[in-house]
């Protein structure tokens, strides 16, 4: 029954042995395909969810170059895939979805859909997370900012600082005009098209008294109706008497937002600025959003008939370059302000006082830097642990950062108050608990005691000084959704310790404290210590003519101040990112994102 | 009998040869079976912490605020609040959902994704093993300008994964590495 001689054992053994052997090979191709098409189906998830994050981006930007009527668009190729978006109108938003295909709709292998809400409003522009103006920021000892500052003046950092993040200060400007001219009378010049067919650009014409850069520029404007889009300014060299196009020495915008519906000066400033010479004729010109204007909307710069500026003359166009109509007799109403004031950055010593990105100003003196260096002169320097006698990391520049503009001009508040003088509030109710006051107008002091939550109906002003007690909580009414709101003081802003300021409570939504003193009355906002220690709180600190001063640990979405002074040991922080954050009033702005709609699928 | 030991020495000398290519075999299949595991859940656990990471609105450092379970560290967990959803799609004012990461208590080897809708969210809940043989996590979290921030004031954070299973002789250990940015912070 069984031969034990039967030949072939070997090889039946063998066969069992290359089975196995088979199977395992088998196996780990079979694996090996697995994870390469794991590996291959997240990286192609990860290029669909940069194509739709790229749509979402265009489609913010088609909406604001559309005002407002792109409605999305189909199946369009990007990169290794291909997108679409819709667009939905909702109540007081735009739901933007992006849909991104790898690699085409037809064939899908991979589809990521994202989706976002934007909305238009006031459009305050708050580009950096801390904007200080020509008061500069002085740090005492133990000071830190965790994040990037831009500021029109010195700092001054007095020992063991840090600045965790690029740091700016813009080359100074002169404290009085180069060239102007006012309006004496009646100073209407209409622009923008529709109705005005050949009034589309205008310009003015001037010729500096000094060899210098242009850091900024002053303008007398006013808007009719709600006409759309921004102003674009542009210096231009001259070419036989006029503006020369094809030659833009700078340029910078004026955010719609910023010009009120009366006339008022607007000032700019050009971020990289012009080097202009003494006696030589230079144009402003200003360009309109191509559908800014109807019969209804449009905006004028104010023009004097009587040629109250010898050096220059104003200029029209019909939005061609070269038909440009002089107004030989009449001036637009315009300031230069000129640069050459040295700024600075200071430390007290590179060790202990610190910029941990790119240092930026006319001047650096006894810093350490932990980026590049970019500067006129320097002084005891350490840039990423050397000086700068042959640091490829230090960079001498000609030209200074020129001036930021401040995000909210004195004619949007001037409008805001207004506002309020048709609800005007005669007393203030006394607070156990809980009030809600607003909007309107009060005239006089208001102090608030301890533990009391204050529900604010925007826009509020109060005329005098406004004191927020220990762990006050000052909110926006939750009916403002997305909005935010704005409470107004012309006094003292006094924020005692544990206070919370926070928005409607929708993502998206702040409140904002702005004063109106100057600088020269004192402080216009003091923080104490321990503001907004919730994570949800949201709030903005403004006081473009005045001074913010901060005692420790205080977190802040957005502060722009004339001059900020940090205490002893203060750390401040701050979200970025508010490209432009929307009031419940005011002339409308550019389409924005709202933070907290973003939503993948 | 001198066939016969010819015959036993061969079937020897096969069979060694055999067993020790069954055996290498057998090591390179289990090596091999758990570098694909590992990468293929390294894979899906950066997924899931960048999507949530990016749907964020901000990083809470408890959960729940009273009497928390779960406190935001840089080596054991983390938590997100991110907005919740009706059933429609739509997100509700001011209403969080959490989404926590954590290395689990009892085995550490285990990380886990857990969600904790709000009562008003349509988002279901979560408890889910994304790995089963972690050694270490790491979240750094950062400010807009790259530099380590507090959780309160980070924009972004920086994850490192490290995973490690014995196979075969040896151990076998892979590593994933991200940045994300709050998108809704």
Not at chain 1, 49 to 67: C, F, M
Not at chain 1, 170 to 192: I, L
Not at chain 2, 13 to 29: F, K
Not at chain 2, 116 to 145: G, H, M, W
Request: proline share 4%; with cysteine; charged share 10%.
């Amino acid at each position: 029954m069984f031969n034990l001689n039967q030949q072939g054992q070997i090889i039946l053994l063998a066969t069992i042995f290359m089975t196995l052997i088979t199977i395992n090979v088998v196996l780990l191709i079979s694996n090996a395909i697995n994870f390469n098409n794991n590996s291959r189906y997240s990286v192609q998830g990860l290029q669909a969810t940069n194509i739709a994050e790229a749509a979402l981006d265009k489609a913010v930007a088609s909406l604001n170059a559309t005002v407002g009527s792109y409605t999305g668009e189909g199946e369009t190729f990007l990169g290794p895939g291909s997108y679409e978006v819709t667009v939905t109108t909702l109540p007081a938003s735009k739901l933007i979805t992006a849909t991104a295909y790898i690699p085409n709709k037809t064939n899908t292998k991979i589809r990521r859909t994202i989706s976002i809400q934007t909305a238009k409003g006031a459009g305050a522009a708050f580009n950096y997370g801390i904007q200080v103006g020509e008061g500069g920021i002085v740090m005492s000892n133990g000071a830190n900012v965790d994040g990037s500052v831009y500021s029109n003046g010195n700092i001054v950092m007095n020992g063991n600082n840090t600045i965790s993040g690029d740091t700016y200060v813009a080359g100074g400007t002169q404290p009085s005009p180069d060239q102007q001219t006012d309006c004496a009378s009646v100073c209407d010049f209409q622009f923008g098209g529709a109705g005005f067919f050949s009034q589309i650009d205008v310009a003015q014409s001037f010729k500096p008294s000094v060899s210098s850069q242009l850091n900024k520029v002053s303008l007398k404007l006013k808007k009719i109706g709600s006409p759309n889009g921004d102003l674009r300014v542009d210096i231009m060299r001259d070419n036989g008497g006029k503006p020369n196009t094809s030659s833009t020495l700078a340029y910078t915008n004026i955010y719609n937002s910023l010009v009120s519906s009366t006339y008022s000066f607007v000032t700019v400033g050009f971020v990289a600025p012009a080097i202009l010479t003494a006696g030589t004729t230079y144009w402003i010109k200003i360009h309109p959003d191509s559908s800014c204007c109807s019969s209804s909307k449009r905006w004028s710069w104010a023009l004097d008939g009587t040629n109250p500026y010898n050096l220059g003359f104003g200029s029209y166009n019909n939005g061609t370059n070269n038909l440009w109509n002089s107004l030989t007799t009449s001036d637009f109403v315009f300031q230069t302000y000129m640069g050459g004031v040295p700024t600075k950055i200071i430390g007290a010593q590179p060790s202990n006082t610190k910029i941990t990105g790119n240092a930026y100003a006319n001047t650096l003196y006894n810093i350490g830097v932990g980026g590049d260096a970019y500067f006129q002169s320097e002084g005891q320097v350490l840039v990423r642990g050397s000086n700068c006698s042959t640091n490829i990391y230090c960079h001498v520049v000609s030209v200074d950062p020129g001036p930021a503009t401040m995000p909210i001009s004195d004619a949007q508040i001037a409008e805001w108050k207004s506002q309020t003088a048709t609800n005007p509030i005669n007393s203030i109710p006394a607070c156990s608990s809980q009030i809600t006051l607003g909007p309107g107008k009060y005239i006089g002091n208001v102090v608030f005691p301890n533990n009391c939550t204050i529900i604010i109906k925007s826009p509020l002003y109060i005329t005098g000084n406004l004191t927020l007690g220990n762990n006050d909580i000052i909110k926006l009414d939750p009916s403002y959704g997305l909005s935010s709101g704005v409470v107004m003081t012309d006094g003292l802003i006094t924020i005692n310790p544990n206070v919370h300021a926070t928005g409607s409570g929708t993502a998206g939504s702040f409140l904002m404290l702005l004063s109106t003193r100057d600088h020269s009355l004192g402080a216009a906002i003091t923080v104490d210590n321990n503001f907004n220690s919730n994570v949800l709180d949201k709030a903005l600190l403004y006081a473009g003519n005045g001074t913010i001063s901060v005692a420790n640990n205080v977190k802040v979405n957005e502060i722009s101040a004339w001059g900020i002074t940090l205490s002893n040991n203060v750390t401040i922080s701050y979200d970025t990112g508010l490209a432009s954050t929307f009031f419940s009033s005011g002339p409308s702005g550019a389409f924005s994102a709202i933070k907290g709609t973003y939503q993948s699928k | 009998m001198l066939e016969v030991l010819i015959a036993t020495t061969i079937t020897g000398i096969a069979g060694s040869l055999l067993v020790t290519i069954m055996v290498q075999n057998s090591g390179l299949y289990t090596q091999q079976t758990a570098k694909v595991s590992q990468g293929i859940s390294l894979n899906d656990t950066t997924t899931q912490l960048t999507e949530a990471i990016k749907s964020a609105s901000f990083i809470a450092p408890t959960y729940p605020s009273i009497n928390p379970v779960y406190t935001t560290d840089t080596t054991t967990t983390l938590i997100l609040g991110v907005p919740s959803y009706d059933s429609s799609g739509k997100t509700i004012d001011n209403t969080y959902d959490y989404v926590i990461f954590v290395k689990d208590s009892s085995n550490p080897k285990i990380f886990r994704k857990r969600v904790f809708p709000d009562t008003a969210s349509s988002r279901k809940s979560e408890n889910r093993v994304l790995l089963t043989k972690l050694v270490s996590i790491l979240f750094v979290y950062l400010n807009q300008a790259d530099a380590p921030a507090g959780v309160s004031a980070a924009s972004k954070i920086d994850f490192t994964l490290n995973v490690s299973e014995k196979a075969g002789f040896s151990d076998v250990q892979k590593s994933s590495n991200g940045v994300a940015s709050l998108r809704n912070s």
